[in-house]
């Protein structure tokens, strides 16, 4: 981690301009320290010959319950060694560890789990870089929890959302509820005034309602489309207001299941490009055998990748976030390089880390991913700190 290397002889990923350019990449002790976009060709001890391959920042999944057999809620130290390891194997260097819902000590255990491994991502824990919490649960809407338990949903309580966050800095937090329930302006003022952001989700809100809680301090709209008020031309609810405000964030599980392909087009043709992030609302069957496995309290099956609960409603997904891009360009048709941003700056951009993850830019971690195909991209090699794991 502490050496120094030159990337050079390849095509960089500039988050800017959504393309590629020719140039070389300065890595000191796991940080970017310089981009040279002039073409000259650098040959030292220190160089790692690119050979033409396109060089791309790690991925940002903001909103991922867990993978390789298990969850953020109720993790084991051990246990989160193991997820954020396997995150890295297929190419996501950065993730935001999100809770579901839970009782009040679970999440306090959780979020030491979260906090001791983070603690020691310096030192001697290898995988992912954690980023940031977000709390996805207990303050959702009962009549669209999704695969949430209901028994372990709650009223909003400004002061219990306090407690948790305060618990979760000095990592930056992100909190997904629903603002319409009772107490719902305060709650929200209150995430802010917290430092946190707030993110509309598992929500029944009208048009109106979205567009309240945006003027109180919100700024996403959480898996958009799903647990959420359908669309309709006399009330464009809470989806409306999500494909219709420029400046708020959408998330998108971009795996086929949860969005249809067409209504993932029509996102990506109403949003400003800057404003879509693709995420994976990966569950801990991800990266595993189908089988039988849990989230939120509920018991959640798998069979050929699709998770389902008793209801058979979708819970979680076992997708990935390289996946998600490659799927985003099939579904949309937009560029390789418009899909990545989607991946990368913007969820950087929405939790005020663009200085440090998702561009290959200078005072960034060097997280990379290594493809020899923008047209069918295959990851040949991720760069974890400028350490190599595959």
Request: net charge negative; proline share 3%; with cysteine.
């Amino acid at each position: 981690m502490n050496k120094k290397t030159v990337y050079t002889n390849g095509y960089i990923f500039d988050n800017c301009e959504r393309n590629f350019k020719t140039g070389s990449v300065f890595v000191e002790n796991g940080m970017i320290t310089d981009v040279d976009y002039s073409g000259k060709a650098i040959t030292d001890d220190n160089t790692f010959d690119l050979n033409g391959a396109y060089l791309i920042p790690g991925l940002v999944d903001i909103h991922t319950h867990g993978r390789a057999g298990s969850d953020f809620t109720g993790a084991s130290e051990s246990d989160i060694r193991k997820m954020i390891k396997s995150y890295a194997e297929v190419g996501t260097t950065s993730v935001m560890a999100t809770f579901a819902s839970a009782s009040m000590d679970d999440y306090y255990k959780s979020i030491d789990a979260v906090n001791s491994i983070r603690n020691a991502q310096n030192n001697d824990v290898f995988g992912a870089f954690i980023l940031c919490m977000h709390l996805e649960g207990r303050y959702l809407n009962p009549s669209r929890r999704g695969a949430h338990a209901l028994s372990l949903l709650a009223p909003l309580n400004p002061d219990e959302l306090s407690e948790l966050i305060h618990r979760m800095q000095p990592l930056p937090t992100h909190v997904s509820a629903a603002p319409e329930l009772d107490g719902g302006e305060a709650f929200v003022k209150k995430t802010r005034e917290l430092g946190a952001t707030f993110s509309i989700g598992h929500t029944d809100a009208t048009d109106a309602e979205a567009r309240n809680a945006i003027s109180w301090g919100a700024s996403s709209f959480t898996h958009t489309y799903n647990a959420m008020r359908p669309i309709h031309h006399r009330e464009p609810g809470v989806i409306g207001a999500a494909l219709m405000c420029d400046n708020a964030y959408t998330e998108v599980i971009c795996d086929g299941e949860h969005v249809h392909p067409n209504m993932v087009a029509l996102l990506s043709k109403n949003k400003p490009k800057d404003k879509v992030i693709l995420i994976t609302d990966s569950m801990e069957a991800a990266g595993c055998a189908d089988g039988e496995y849990g989230i939120a309290g509920t018991k959640v099956f798998v069979k050929n990748g699709r998770a389902v609960n008793e209801e058979g409603a979708l819970a979680g997904s076992t997708l990935d976030l390289f996946t998600a891009v490659k799927n985003y360009c099939r579904f949309t048709g937009v560029s390789f390089g418009e899909a990545l941003i989607c991946a990368t700056s913007n969820p950087a951009q929405m939790l005020g880390v663009a200085d440090k993850v998702g561009s290959i830019k200078i005072g960034c971690n060097a997280d990379f991913i290594i493809i020899n195909d923008i047209d069918n991209p295959k990851i040949e090699n991720v760069i974890l700190r400028n350490t190599f794991i595959k």
